[in-house]
């Protein structure tokens, strides 16, 4: 590695750093304004309960689709937890990065609370190895050994519920769906978050997270559907900023990042975005319950709306 390839890594690195801190230039009342601006989506159409009454033709009454988002995904984790408090449990799960993760326990029979502890009693610090890889900075060794010991479907085909895994094909550039064969490979894969960790191959393709093209997988799973819920964890907001060279990369990267889930929010039936995630960022592996309760409380309040239309 020459100087100057050095130079790009480390400030690539810097970025993906700060990327997993708060938003500190933020001011508090600023930051509690942009919150009570929260917006609700419901589409038009049936009710939840009305869909999975007469899913009219489609393979699965209701699915979910999870973005990514660090430990933030645990807000997914306590969506599903109130859902099932309605009666409701998805038919068909799609998700990238941490989504996917939550997806793929759920999927295998853990229940919403068991998957809150395997996350609050996780050392994090075991998962990233420093081995300086091509590709990355680190690799995703234990991580793949921690979901081989977790996880008891070794196979998409051996989930009790149907799984579609999202990733980003780095030579071809495009979005790459995961739905049969082994499940750990895939998880990891698109969970490669680039620069920091080495891209993921499988049968000689080079794989990396799936939110750098499609952070919500919703149209995966959409035309399979009756009814379609999205728990997207990357408000786009044009927060008030400090004008510096990291603040810039860090809010450039960010609107690229979370635009790329415009499109499959218009594809949901119900949007799941909670504008208090806002305040958390991936890295805040001691905040598991209060992301967990943000989850319960946005899903309990939006599907009480949707039984009121």
Not at 7 to 29: G, R, V
Not at 139 to 156: N, P
Not at 169 to 191: E, H, N
């Amino acid at each position: 590695m020459n100087q100057r390839q050095l130079y790009i890594t480390m400030f690539l690195l810097m970025a993906l750093w700060l990327i997993l801190q708060k938003d500190a230039w933020i001011s508090p009342n600023k930051e509690r304004k942009a919150q009570d601006s929260e917006q609700i989506l419901l589409r038009k159409g049936p009710s939840v309960q009305d869909a999975i009454r007469n899913k009219s033709g489609k393979k699965y009454a209701l699915g979910i689709a999870l973005s990514g988002g660090g430990i933030k995904c645990l807000c997914h984790v306590g969506v599903l937890k109130a859902m099932e408090e309605e009666g409701l449990k998805p038919d068909v799960i799609s998700g990238v990065s941490a989504g996917a993760v939550v997806g793929a326990l759920y999927a295998d029979g853990y229940s919403p609370d068991s998957i809150l502890s395997i996350f609050k009693n996780i050392k994090y610090s075991d998962f990233f190895r420093l081995e300086m890889p091509d590709g990355g900075l680190f690799t995703l060794t234990g991580f793949k050994e921690f979901l081989d010991t977790i996880l008891r479907a070794k196979t998409f085909e051996e989930l009790k519920i149907p799984l579609r895994v999202v990733v980003t094909d780095i030579d071809a550039g495009k979005s790459v769906v995961f739905d049969r064969g082994p499940l750990v490979d895939a998880l990891v894969a698109t969970c490669s978050v680039p620069v920091l960790f080495s891209p993921y191959n499988i049968d000689g393709v080079n794989y990396v997270d799936g939110g750098v093209l499609q952070n919500l997988p919703a149209s995966v799973i959409r035309t399979e559907c009756k009814y379609l819920i999205g728990v997207s964890l990357g408000p786009l907001k044009a927060d008030p900023y400090e004008k510096s060279i990291a603040n810039v990369a860090l809010r450039s990267y960010k609107f690229i990042f979370r635009s790329n889930a415009n499109y499959d929010k218009g594809l949901c039936d119900m949007v799941i975005e909670p504008s208090a995630i806002s305040k958390y960022n991936g890295g805040d592996v001691n905040r598991a319950h209060e992301i967990f309760n943000i989850g319960y409380q946005e899903a309990k309040k939006m599907l009480q709306l949707d039984k009121k239309r």
